[in-house]
């Protein structure tokens, strides 16, 4: 048997908990998303938002 | 033992290694070195420092990166160990409020973060700045690039599709990463130019969306290169790099072109008019342009000195230079290092 380090370091607790994260991503993404048409862009950002957060709020194995 | 992180058991057998971190997301696709305890102790001994010193935090996930988790995915990238030094220093430009690394891991533009080399680290650790240099075949390109990636994606979580949200992603997020070729440049090379002394050795990191290659390198030609109105550099007033190669950068140099002269000339002929874009587009320059007026001039670049340019590639090819468009929304970051004696 091997051991191996873990390379990843996990979200940090504060920011998901107090929402700054979340909000950090979803600032990012809709400043994106100025640049497509606004009626696709509402769907979209939600889209990628949702897919976004989910993940980095799960955290890793 | 000076490593603290949590380890995972694993048979010995090198395929099931990789399955183990490829299946939990803790690499870049390609396979890893395992970062054994061993392996990461020798990384991070060439640091001269504790495992637990945080050097930076990273966004969009703000993980600690400890120099003991940039030793780990610098091994897991193929590192070696005296590599250590620029690998932190690039971690330290990554986090420097300027550069807007939230911005660039979690946009849907294809940005990479390009490392730029300078100073005599470049041939004491074989960074290549000759022929192919922003391609493969040189281990300290490649490895620190990677070891980069492995660190936004592991540490900072920018996992394509969850923290990356890049619609279609950039090769140089694989590895991205070239050394100045400061022995054949007419002009004072670019950690000089950002306030280094001339000896030292950096790390600059920009903020990097594609790639084009240009047969001729005159003013007219590169700055043709650079103005396309899809170009995120309009948007934010960017950064785009000019990376010219050795003898066209002398045959500039020869007609008199001082580097600030040639970027004030390419700067002059790359605007483009607001009735060029959609007004939604240049929002984020309101502040600096006039919006309402259609003729109004949009510049690519907030002055001409922010515009980059460099001297890369192979001695005495006389064609072939590289205009790399920028991000836009993130300024170049200069770190620099030292290697041990």
Known sequence: ?????????????????????????????????????????????????DDALSALTKGKP | MTVSSEYVEVTDRLEDILDLYESRHWTDGLPIVPPTMERVEAMIAATG???????????????????????INAVMAGCRPEYMPVLVAAVEALADPAFNLQGVQVTTNPV??????????????????????????????????????????????????????AVAGHPGKYTFCVAEH???????????????????????????SGFMNTLQATVEALAEAATFSGSNDYRFGGCSLFALNPAQAQRLAASGLGKRELKQRIYERCHKRVRDFERQWLEPRADELTLDDPDSLVPMARSADELMVIVAGATGAGNHSLVLPSFGNSRPVTRAFTLPR
């Open chain 2, 182 to 208: 400061e022995e054949e440049s007419p002009w004072e090379s670019l950690h000089v130019e950002r306030g280094q002394p001339r000896e030292s050795n950096a790390v600059t990191l920009v903020g990097i």
């Open chain 2, 112 to 165: 990479a973060p390009l490392l730029i080399v300078n100073g005599p680290a470049r041939h004491t650790l074989g960074f290549n700045a000759g022929y192919g240099c922003f391609g493969p075949g040189h281990r300290a390109n490649a490895t620190v690039g990677r070891a980069v990636r492995l660190i936004l994606i592991n540490i900072g979580s920018a996992v394509p599709g969850e923290g990356d949200m």
């Open chain 2, 49 to 71: 420092r504790a495992g637990s010193d945080v050097v930076a935090v990273l966004a969009p996930g703000h993980g600690a990166a400890t120099v003991e988790k940039i030793a």
């Open chain 1, 1 to 49: 048997m091997l051991l191996c380090t873990r390379p990843f370091a996990p979200v940090a607790a504060r920011d998901a908990k107090s929402g700054g994260l979340p909000d950090l991503v979803r600032l990012t993404i809709a400043q994106d998303l100025a640049t497509i048409g606004a009626e696709d862009r509402r769907a979209l950002a939600e889209r990628l938002v």
